[in-house]
């Protein structure tokens, strides 16, 4: 079996440059080696990073030095698509033989996009990799922390499928032994098949290496410790191997800037060998310019991994862009009933969101709840209290209140309350009806211990209605990363079609109670997921702020991203681009001038093609955003940009 390495950490970290820079060094270590990388994230940048094109399969990836390497930018879509084409008459049956449901009822709603494709996607990648016996070594670029979790909970989560099915195909069984009869029992192929993948897969997981990518901000280090706590509870087999402290500063001279971050350093040093006295640090300089192409990527990882010194050149953009001054601009106000704020993993979208309301409760009497949907939520760390699902005040302010979704929470709350009204529903002692309604009951009972990859799309949408039906004021949604962001916006499109074709399959059994109750909440549920569809087409009623840094890789997702809101009907009302660093803090310091070089270069692009209606500029600021009067110095200036 292939050695697997999974590179994990809160977006905006470096991960993916770390992750490749890792296997295009095992790549050369050895000319034996032949080393798979894969980004398990929807918003793909590793064929940034590489400078190359990648598709939905795995490319071999040419290097000066040779090695053979592959990179792979996982096409969710078209891998799940492949799964259930190869398994698509093994599951109608298992439902037909175990439900209500006939196969030509439950056919259109399997092939709709379903939630969760991300995680189920790179599941099946993996499996791919190790099964084709190709690889060595597999590394893996994950998805921001909040979804891979989830990722790493998939094994256990599929076995509890692979049950729910095995329940679900045995109705014939339990019919025949309720009468007398016999029945042949025979394992449909798709379980038969899949308990030995996923006893592999679990396998293979519980082998692998975690490495931890984190830079020295506070924010980036306390999500890295909740976060790998939240690994060893979901899969305690994954063993934490290494810690990359990544865009280290090691020498000042006297750029103050540059100062705090040397300092930062030896604190984050300090902090991680306290918390994570056995594991051992990596730290990983930061040049001041974006590390492309395999051979610098080869010299960051000895340096990085074999403790060498970097020595690469600094590199400069092909062409010098005149930095334009930005104009002096005013925070905006929250004009639209619900906001979302939307962006890469790391360029502050916590911070612009915490601003956008804190300027809005200061500039008017409206009141304002702030709601993460994050799986992998900071809003307590910027508001530097407890923040949890139940909306908290915040700043002494009783009309600005937060709240982070607990999803897993939540659903297992729905779940207690679904399976009341389920064995209310399929309780009966007539004669000849019992049995059928206990397996139902049992059924369900096994289809609700199931906790789906995609819980947070969906159930953030649930939050999402909850707060327009019940919240007065605003609404700002901090958004997760762009991936799953996106499959977020996508959802109350999606929950319309499924409801459609859920209700058409009930139709034909509402004689029966529980097929009634379902019905009813379904109805309910198309109602309300149909009324916050037509919101997004309502400027007046959704806004959208998008939030980018001006560095190459965050510059490439953007344009992505507001290409798909584009598609989606969503044109932000703003873009903010975050940490600008200004002439004059640059003066006089090497690294952050060849930085400020690299940001003209974006913005002058930026300048040309910008779809918002405003694009505004936030300074770099020295220290990190947090509590009253973090957000006093962040919305006290706002620049325009020309």
């Not at 599951?91 to 009822?105: H, M, N, P, Q, Y």
């Not at 969101?353 to 300027?359: N, R, T, V, W």
């Not at 660093?581 to 940001?599: H, L, M, N, P």
Request: aromatic share 8%; glycine share 6%; charged share 25%.
């Amino acid at each position: 079996m292939p050695s697997l390495a999974f590179f994990v950490g809160k977006g905006g970290v470096g991960k993916t440059t770390v992750a490749t820079a890792y296997a295009v060094r095992t790549a050369l270590q050895n000319f034996r080696n032949r080393v798979l990388l894969v980004s398990t994230d929807p918003a793909h940048s590793l064929g940034d990073v590489l400078q190359r094109k990648l598709g939905g399969s795995p490319k071999a990836v040419p290097t000066k030095a040779g090695g053979k390497l592959w990179a792979w930018e996982l096409d969710a879509s078209a891998l799940f698509g492949d799964f259930f084409r190869t398994y698509k008459q093994s599951i109608l049956e298992i439902v037909e033989r175990g439900s209500l449901f006939s196969a030509k009822e439950i056919s259109p709603l399997l092939e709709t996009a379903l939630p969760g494709m991300s995680e189920i996607a790179a599941l099946l990648a993996i499996r791919d990799a190790i099964d084709s016996g190709k690889y060595s070594h597999i590394v893996v670029d994950t998805a921001p922390f909040g979804h891979t979790l989830r990722l790493f909970s998939l094994p256990e989560q599929f076995v509890r499928v692979l049950n729910f099915l095995e329940i679900a195909a045995g109705r014939d069984r339990a019919l025949a032994e309720h009468f007398g009869g016999r029945t042949r029992a025979r394992e449909p192929e798709l379980i038969e098949d899949w308990r030995g993948k996923v006893e592999q897969l679990a396998q293979a997981f519980s082998a692998s290496d975690l490495f931890l990518v984190t830079t020295a901000e506070k924010f980036a280090l306390n999500e890295s410790v909740r976060c790998i706590k939240e690994v060893g509870e979901t899969n305690p087999t994954l063993k934490l191997k290494s810690i990359v402290l990544n865009r280290v500063v090691r020498r000042a001279g006297k750029c103050n800037f540059c100062k705090r971050r040397v300092a930062a350093a030896r604190a984050a040093e300090s902090f991680l060998h306290k918390q994570f006295s056995s594991t051992e640090l990596h730290v990983a300089e930061d040049p001041g310019f974006p590390i492309m192409g395999t051979d610098a990527l080869h010299q960051f990882g000895e340096h990085v991994f074999a403790g060498k010194r970097l020595r690469l050149d600094p590199l400069l953009p092909r062409s010098k862009h005149k930095r334009g001054t930005p104009a002096a601009a005013q925070w905006p106000e929250l004009k639209s009933r619900l906001s979302f704020v939307i962006g890469k993993g790391g360029v502050g979208k916590t911070t612009v969101s915490a601003a956008l309301g804190f300027h809005t409760r200061k500039t008017s009497d409206s009141p304002v709840e702030i709601c993460s949907v994050d799986p992998a939520p900071s809003l307590d760390d910027i508001f530097q209290t407890a923040i949890g699902d139940t909306p908290t005040p915040v700043l002494g302010d009783k009309r600005f209140r937060a709240s982070e979704l607990d999803s897993i929470a939540l659903f297992r709350s729905w779940v207690a309350e679904i399976q009341e009204e389920v064995d209310s529903a399929t309780t009966s002692e007539h004669s000849g009806v019992h049995v059928d309604l206990s397996f139902e009951r049992q059924m369900l009972s096994a289809l609700l211990d199931i906790v789906p990859p995609g819980l947070d799309e969906v159930l953030a949408i649930f939050r999402i209605v909850d707060l327009r039906a019940g919240t007065s004021g605003k609404i700002v949604i901090d958004m997760a990363p762009t991936g799953h962001a996106l499959e977020l916006l996508r959802m109350p499109g999606r929950i319309v079609t499924w409801s459609r074709l859920l209700l058409k399959s009930l139709a034909v059994h509402r004689k029966l109670a529980l097929a009634r109750n379902a019905a009813v909440r379904i109805a309910e549920l198309e109602l309300r997921a149909r009324e916050l569809l037509n919101a997004f087409k309502n400027s007046g009623e959704v806004g959208v702020f998008a939030v980018m840094l001006p560095e190459p890789l965050p510059d490439r997702e953007t344009e992505r991203l507001l290409t798909e809101l584009d598609r989606l009907g969503l044109k932000p009302q703003a873009l903010f681009v975050n940490r600008i660093i200004f002439a004059k803090d640059a003066a006089g310091c090497a690294r952050c001038q060849v930085a400020a070089e690299w940001q003209a270069s974006v913005l002058e692009k930026l300048r040309k093609r910008h779809s918002a209606k405003e694009v505004f500029a936030i300074r770099n600021f020295p220290d990190e955003i947090a509590g009253a009067s973090g957000l006093r110095t962040i919305t006290h200036e706002l620049w325009r940009l020309n």
